[in-house]
């Protein structure tokens, strides 16, 4: 009977035994003596201890977010560092150079305003231009370089100033022309 007293205090019987567990108690004096002990607390503190209340809980949560705050600073700096990674790989297999800053920052000048062309690289030279098959010949006769037509080899054209030799990869689409020096 004592299993059933402590289940009924938590509400964890059914109607029917409830009712029996009522009725009992009604009838024996020691089932009602020890029913009213459980209003009391479950574990008397130690001597000389007061009750916490909750502070091992708080101290847990307290870690807890901690903890969860420092994974999601770690998540966030990860995904980060993904994304600039990704970008730079991406710069380097559309522009043929890993600045991305660089290579945003050309691919926004040549787009959006009337800039022909934009050095991305030094070295080797990377320039981006207007997609305009002239302004190659045009770029290199400022220079001072001429095309050796016979050394053409698809989109590998050949300039030369008398003294030096520059074999540039041309390739275009809608958007731009890119200019990879070889």
Known sequence: ?????A????????????????????????CRAEWEALDGPAL???????PENGQPFRAFAAR???????????????ALLAALLGGC????????????CAAAAGA????????ETVTLRQQPRVVLAKPDGS????????RGFTELEEERM????????????????????RYWCLWSWR
């Not at 009977?1 to 007293?5: G, K, S, Y």
């Not at 790989?89 to 991305?100: E, G, I």
């Not at 698809?154 to 008398?162: C, E, I, P, S």
């Open 1 to 5: 009977m004592r299993d059933l007293l």
């Open 7 to 30: 289940l009924c205090r938590e509400d964890l019987v059914s109607g029917e035994t409830r009712t029996f567990v009522k009725e009992h108690l009604a009838r024996c004096p020691a």
């Open 44 to 50: 008397p503190p130690l001597e000389g201890e007061e």
């Open 64 to 78: 807890w977010a901690r903890r969860r705050r420092a994974v999601a600073a770690a998540l966030a700096a990860l």
């Open 89 to 100: 790989l991406a710069s380097y297999l559309v522009f043929d150079t890993p600045n991305l």
């Open 108 to 115: 926004a000048r040549v787009l959006w305003t009337d800039t």
């Open 135 to 142: 302004l190659l010949e045009t770029y290199m006769a400022e």
């Open 154 to 173: 698809g989109a590998l054209r050949v300039f030369t100033n008398g003294e030096t030799r520059e074999a540039v990869l041309c390739s275009q689409n």
